[in-house]
Protein backbone atom coordinates (compact mmCIF):
# COMPACT_ATOMS: atom_id res chain seq x y z
CA UNK A 1 0.00 0.00 0.00
CA UNK A 2 1.56 3.58 -0.61
CA UNK A 3 2.33 5.19 2.65
CA UNK A 4 1.33 8.70 3.49
CA UNK A 5 4.12 11.45 3.81
CA UNK A 6 1.02 13.35 5.40
CA UNK A 7 2.31 14.31 8.47
CA UNK A 8 -0.21 14.80 11.67
CA UNK A 9 -0.34 19.23 12.46
CA UNK A 10 -0.60 18.17 15.71
CA UNK A 11 2.38 16.10 16.55
CA UNK A 12 4.24 18.52 14.15
CA UNK A 13 3.22 21.58 15.55
CA UNK A 14 1.27 21.15 18.45
CA UNK A 15 2.18 19.61 21.18
CA UNK A 16 5.92 19.27 20.66
CA UNK A 17 8.44 18.30 23.54
CA UNK A 18 11.23 17.07 24.43
CA UNK A 19 11.51 13.46 25.80
CA UNK A 20 12.65 13.38 29.16
CA UNK A 21 13.51 10.24 31.81
CA UNK A 22 13.75 11.08 35.28
CA UNK A 23 13.37 7.90 36.88
CA UNK A 24 11.68 4.55 36.74
CA UNK A 25 8.23 6.11 36.95
CA UNK A 26 8.62 8.24 33.52
CA UNK A 27 10.20 5.89 31.45
CA UNK A 28 7.24 6.46 29.11
CA UNK A 29 7.26 10.48 28.99
CA UNK A 30 8.22 11.42 25.23
CA UNK A 31 6.76 11.15 21.88
CA UNK A 32 6.75 7.20 20.49
CA UNK A 33 5.57 6.24 17.01
CA UNK A 34 4.46 2.61 15.98
CA UNK A 35 7.34 -0.14 14.77
CA UNK A 36 4.59 -1.48 12.54
CA UNK A 37 0.85 -0.10 10.61
CA UNK A 38 -2.26 -1.39 12.27
CA UNK A 39 -4.38 -3.04 10.01
CA UNK A 40 -7.82 -1.23 10.25
CA UNK A 41 -9.74 -2.76 6.97
CA UNK A 42 -12.03 -4.23 9.23
CA UNK A 43 -13.48 -1.04 10.44
CA UNK A 44 -14.11 0.00 7.42
CA UNK A 45 -15.90 -1.65 4.81
CA UNK A 46 -16.12 0.29 1.58
CA UNK A 47 -12.00 0.21 1.89
CA UNK A 48 -9.83 -2.82 -0.08
CA UNK A 49 -6.78 -1.99 2.37
CA UNK A 50 -6.36 0.35 4.80
CA UNK A 51 -3.84 0.99 7.53
CA UNK A 52 -2.58 3.32 10.48
CA UNK A 53 0.67 4.12 12.05
CA UNK A 54 0.24 5.42 15.63
CA UNK A 55 2.01 7.84 17.64
CA UNK A 56 1.73 8.55 21.27
CA UNK A 57 2.74 11.61 23.01
CA UNK A 58 3.21 11.32 27.06
CA UNK A 59 3.52 14.64 29.11
CA UNK A 60 4.29 14.69 32.29
CA UNK A 61 2.40 14.97 35.27
CA UNK A 62 2.67 18.20 37.38
CA UNK A 63 2.44 16.37 40.42
CA UNK A 64 2.94 12.86 41.28
CA UNK A 65 -0.76 12.91 42.01
CA UNK A 66 -1.95 14.81 38.95
CA UNK A 67 -2.82 13.34 35.54
CA UNK A 68 -0.60 13.59 32.71
CA UNK A 69 -1.86 15.06 29.34
CA UNK A 70 -1.99 12.15 26.29
CA UNK A 71 -2.39 12.92 22.41
CA UNK A 72 -2.57 10.04 20.02
CA UNK A 73 -2.36 11.04 16.42
CA UNK A 74 -2.56 8.13 13.29
CA UNK A 75 -1.24 8.44 9.57
CA UNK A 76 -3.64 6.52 7.73
CA UNK A 77 -3.55 5.63 4.03
CA UNK A 78 -6.57 3.19 2.81
CA UNK A 79 -7.14 2.07 -0.66
CA UNK A 80 -10.83 2.13 -2.54
CA UNK A 81 -11.91 -0.07 -5.56
CA UNK A 82 -14.66 2.12 -7.40
CA UNK A 83 -16.42 1.21 -10.46
CA UNK A 84 -17.43 4.12 -12.63
CA UNK A 85 -20.76 5.32 -13.63
CA UNK A 86 -21.57 4.97 -17.34
CA UNK A 87 -19.55 6.88 -19.31
CA UNK A 88 -17.91 9.08 -16.75
CA UNK A 89 -14.48 7.04 -17.15
CA UNK A 90 -13.04 4.19 -19.37
CA UNK A 91 -12.54 1.68 -16.74
CA UNK A 92 -12.95 0.66 -13.27
CA UNK A 93 -9.92 2.20 -11.33
CA UNK A 94 -8.51 2.53 -7.63
CA UNK A 95 -8.49 5.42 -5.02
CA UNK A 96 -5.57 6.13 -2.73
CA UNK A 97 -6.57 8.22 0.32
CA UNK A 98 -4.23 9.72 2.81
CA UNK A 99 -5.72 11.09 5.87
CA UNK A 100 -4.91 11.76 9.64
CA UNK A 101 -6.49 11.86 13.43
CA UNK A 102 -5.90 12.66 16.94
CA UNK A 103 -7.60 12.61 20.07
CA UNK A 104 -6.31 14.15 23.48
CA UNK A 105 -7.10 13.17 27.30
CA UNK A 106 -5.05 12.28 30.56
CA UNK A 107 -2.98 9.60 31.81
CA UNK A 108 -2.81 8.10 34.92
CA UNK A 109 -1.27 5.38 36.99
CA UNK A 110 -3.59 2.10 37.54
CA UNK A 111 -3.36 1.83 41.43
CA UNK A 112 0.01 1.34 42.41
CA UNK A 113 1.71 -0.37 39.13
CA UNK A 114 3.91 2.23 37.53
CA UNK A 115 3.90 -0.04 34.08
CA UNK A 116 0.10 0.03 34.07
CA UNK A 117 -1.58 2.91 33.17
CA UNK A 118 -5.42 4.14 32.44
CA UNK A 119 -6.20 6.71 29.97
CA UNK A 120 -9.31 9.31 29.91
CA UNK A 121 -9.55 9.85 26.17
CA UNK A 122 -12.10 12.29 24.96
CA UNK A 123 -13.28 10.24 22.33
CA UNK A 124 -16.15 13.26 20.99
CA UNK A 125 -13.20 15.27 20.14
CA UNK A 126 -11.15 13.09 17.81
CA UNK A 127 -10.23 15.22 14.54
CA UNK A 128 -9.92 13.92 11.68
CA UNK A 129 -8.54 15.33 8.06
CA UNK A 130 -8.48 14.19 4.83
CA UNK A 131 -5.98 15.94 2.77
CA UNK A 132 -7.42 16.39 -0.90
CA UNK A 133 -3.66 16.34 -2.49
CA UNK A 134 -3.61 12.77 -1.20
CA UNK A 135 -6.57 11.35 -2.93
CA UNK A 136 -4.90 9.91 -5.93
CA UNK A 137 -6.46 7.42 -8.71
CA UNK A 138 -5.09 4.65 -10.52
CA UNK A 139 -6.14 2.27 -13.69
CA UNK A 140 -8.29 4.73 -15.34
CA UNK A 141 -7.09 6.49 -18.34
CA UNK A 142 -7.60 9.77 -17.53
CA UNK A 143 -7.24 12.76 -19.72
CA UNK A 144 -6.62 16.83 -19.37
CA UNK A 145 -10.76 16.55 -20.71
CA UNK A 146 -11.68 14.98 -17.07
CA UNK A 147 -10.44 17.04 -14.74
CA UNK A 148 -14.04 18.81 -13.95
CA UNK A 149 -15.14 15.28 -13.08
CA UNK A 150 -11.85 14.36 -11.10
CA UNK A 151 -11.80 17.75 -8.96
CA UNK A 152 -15.70 16.87 -8.05
CA UNK A 153 -14.72 13.44 -7.04
CA UNK A 154 -11.57 14.64 -5.28
CA UNK A 155 -14.06 16.69 -3.57
CA UNK A 156 -16.60 14.09 -2.49
CA UNK A 157 -14.25 11.39 -1.54
CA UNK A 158 -12.53 13.60 1.09
CA UNK A 159 -15.65 14.17 2.60
CA UNK A 160 -17.19 10.37 2.54
CA UNK A 161 -13.96 9.16 3.91
CA UNK A 162 -13.39 12.14 6.56
CA UNK A 163 -17.30 10.75 8.49
CA UNK A 164 -16.01 6.90 7.98
CA UNK A 165 -12.85 7.72 9.99
CA UNK A 166 -14.77 9.58 12.70
CA UNK A 167 -16.35 6.32 13.35
CA UNK A 168 -13.29 4.24 12.88
CA UNK A 169 -10.68 6.00 14.68
CA UNK A 170 -13.31 6.64 18.03
CA UNK A 171 -12.73 2.50 18.04
CA UNK A 172 -9.47 2.38 17.35
CA UNK A 173 -8.30 4.77 19.70
CA UNK A 174 -10.58 3.08 22.24
CA UNK A 175 -8.27 0.51 22.66
CA UNK A 176 -5.76 2.10 23.97
CA UNK A 177 -7.23 3.11 27.06
CA UNK A 178 -5.75 0.63 29.32
CA UNK A 179 -1.80 0.17 28.64
CA UNK A 180 -0.23 -2.77 30.84
CA UNK A 181 2.79 -3.98 31.15
CA UNK A 182 4.55 -0.48 29.59
CA UNK A 183 8.59 -1.54 29.59
CA UNK A 184 11.29 0.80 27.69
CA UNK A 185 14.16 -1.73 27.10
CA UNK A 186 17.85 -1.70 26.50
CA UNK A 187 17.57 -0.44 22.59
CA UNK A 188 15.05 2.08 23.59
CA UNK A 189 12.31 0.49 22.61
CA UNK A 190 8.99 1.27 24.04
CA UNK A 191 6.65 -2.29 24.91
CA UNK A 192 2.77 -2.15 26.07
CA UNK A 193 -0.14 -4.48 25.77
CA UNK A 194 -3.28 -3.16 24.90
CA UNK A 195 -6.74 -4.65 25.17
CA UNK A 196 -9.86 -5.54 22.93
CA UNK A 197 -8.38 -7.44 21.50
CA UNK A 198 -5.04 -7.88 23.88
CA UNK A 199 -2.28 -7.05 21.77
CA UNK A 200 1.79 -6.27 22.38
CA UNK A 201 2.49 -2.89 20.39
CA UNK A 202 5.81 -1.56 20.29
CA UNK A 203 6.87 1.71 19.67
CA UNK A 204 10.43 3.73 18.78
CA UNK A 205 11.15 7.39 20.38
CA UNK A 206 10.22 10.14 17.28
CA UNK A 207 13.01 12.56 16.72
Known amino acids: MRFSHFILAAVATGIGITAIS ?7 IGTWTALTQTDITAQLPAASTASSLTTLQFMPAGTENAPGSVCLSSIIDITQPVNPAPGSFDQPYEVSIAATASVGGTWHYK ?20 DPAGVTYTENLLTGM ?23 MRKEFARYTVLDDIEVNRDGILSLEIQSPETELHFRRSE
Open 111 to 130: GDEDDELLLSLDLKSISVTV
Open 146 to 168: QQPQLDSLTAATASQWKAQLMAA
Open 22 to 28: CGHKDKF
